[in-house]
């Protein structure tokens, strides 16, 4: 739209343009940047009054207490344990619920099957249950079973919950890869599961490492579930942790922000992997039906 | 292919909705060992006292507002943000990264980010009013009404607007510059352009946008949980909150049950509602 001379009325146009979109943004991240910058700075920095608005040190000290590498500070959170369950807990889930939600999603970008339409719809609304309403039930179910605090149980739940929104990527991301293609592989003597294996799925991979990544994400940062399912300390994951860790002991906000960076680092590595499938995971399907 | 999928879909939120709906017409208390028994004559006394309760109807007031509200100015942000990137000419690489800090947070962590902020003593946001001279005294945010839900919908709105932006900003992008070019040879202002082209095309795209936001309501249980867990007196109060509330800490199954299924209603309306319009915009284009 805007291309060649341009009249002084369009650039200031441009400068207002520009110059809004920066203050939204930096407005938006700024937050975000406050909790990173004040895990690294030194304690009496924070409590300071009046409040010191840039950090003057940078410093590890809230990681090393949080880790136990603080011979004054007696530990007083269990990181490493809530990182391992996590870190098992979204892997496990992550892997299973791509491979089935990958075949679903195949089956529904390609064959035409009776109640087609109303599987999709179907699966897409058990992924609108609140956690709320499942926890309470399943804590009971898993009592009975004995899983209750059992990180494979967890996994179990959270496959259920990620395959959902896998489906509904990996159908789009089918759909993208023109048919010829599979139709070709057919002729050739192909048969369905061999077209899927050296057609599709290879060219569907941008497709599923999205896919992966949101389903790692949803288990990594899932709470209210985990939060009924696993009490003991030793299965407890990451996000209750957090909240027993605000809630437990004497107010140490630079040790939750500490805790916090932590928390987003898959997070972080993940958008930036994933920047450009993202936004074409989330929009396709908008235009082609 | 599909049947593992669903048959994992089944144990994990078949059993639970089939099993709250049966608790649901019970007396169900874990403390009371047996109190599950399904009784007729009981079978509607969680769902009167539900009706009766003024806390339950605050809750549901508070979380139909809550929802209203953010789902709406939410929407509205992303639009403005959305055109206002779409136009951007320098540095859009980095703003998309910017416009993604956002989507780093769990739901967990934003309601730890806004408690803190929103502290009465240490906070940042009163920090700030303080050194500008806004304001002289400290602001009790999570406390006072209504300041209290609105630095929840504030922490919800900050968390849900980068999804909701690139959604939009992708369709933004993928409409045909050519009905650009006709509607200005016409002599089509930018807010007409806006009106009669950008808005009608991006349908499909607010559709998805608020599909995918409505799969995802009710995670702004973390948020409240970790701000105010629905204190002070149930100000802050949503349903979900309510549920936890009266399911785990008062071990009263059978009415937290019935609640929670209130729950599910809310949430299937949203998708259903979004979902068939999705399917209808489709359709027409």
Known sequence: ?289 | MILPSFVLILIVTGFPLLYSIYVSFTDYNLLRPGSDVFRADIMFRNYERLINDPIFRRSLGNTILFLFVTVNLEYVLALGLSQLLARVTKGQGIMRTMLMIPMMFAPILVGFQFRWFFNAEVGLVNNALLSLGVTQTKIAWLVDEPLGMIAIMIATIWMNLPVTTIILLAGTLSLPSEMYEAAEVDGAGAWQKFRHITFPMLAPFTYIALTIRSLDVARAFDIVRMMTDGGPAHRTELIWTYVTRLAIEDSRFGMGAAMSLITVVISLFFTVYFFRQLVKVRIVQ
């Not at chain 1, 920066?22 to 409040?51: D, G, K, M």
């Not at chain 1, 949080?66 to 500070?73: E, H, K, Q, S």
């Not at chain 1, 999205?210 to 696993?230: D, G, K, P, R, Y």
């Open chain 1, 1 to 289: 739209m805007i291309s060649g001379a341009v009249a002084p009325r369009k650039r200031l146009n441009i400068v207002l343009t520009n110059t809004l979109a920066w203050i939204v943004l930096i407005a938006l991240a700024l937050p975000a940047l406050w909790i990173v910058l004040t895990a690294f700075r030194p304690a009496s920095e924070i409590n300071a009054s009046p409040p010191i608005w840039i950090p003057r040190e940078i410093t590890f000290d809230a990681f090393a207490t949080m880790f136990g590498l603080n011979p004054n500070v007696r530990q007083r959170v269990a990181v490493e344990r809530y990182l391992i369950n996590s870190l098992t807990i979204a892997l496990i889930s992550t892997t299973i619920s791509v491979a089935i939600g990958t075949l679903a999603g195949y089956a529904f970008a390609r064959f035409k099957f009776r109640y087609h339409t109303t599987a999709f719809l179907l699966l897409m609304f058990s992924r609108s249950i609140p956690g709320v309403a499942l926890s309470l039930p399943l804590f009971l179910l898993f009592v009975r079973l004995g899983l209750v605090n059992n990180l494979l149980g967890v996994s179990f739940v959270y496959v259920a919950i990620n395959i959902p929104f896998t489906v509904w990527l990996m159908d789009g991301f089918f759909r993208q890869i023109p048919y010829d293609l599979t139709e070709a592989a057919y002729i050739d003597g192909c048969s369905h599961w061999q077209a899927f294996w050296r057609i599709d799925l290879p060219l569907a991979l941008p497709g599923l490492t999205t896919a992966a990544i949101f389903a790692f994400l949803a288990s990594w940062n899932e709470f209210q579930i985990a939060s009924v399912l696993t009490r003991s300390v030793d299965a407890r994951t990451f996000p209750p942790g957090l909240f027993v860790f605000t809630e437990q002991f004497t107010v140490d906000w630079r040790g939750m922000c500490a805790m916090s960076v932590i928390m987003m680092v898959p997070a972080i590595v993940f958008v930036i992997l994933t920047q450009r499938n993202l936004v074409r995971g989330l929009t396709f399907g908008a235009v082609k039906g």
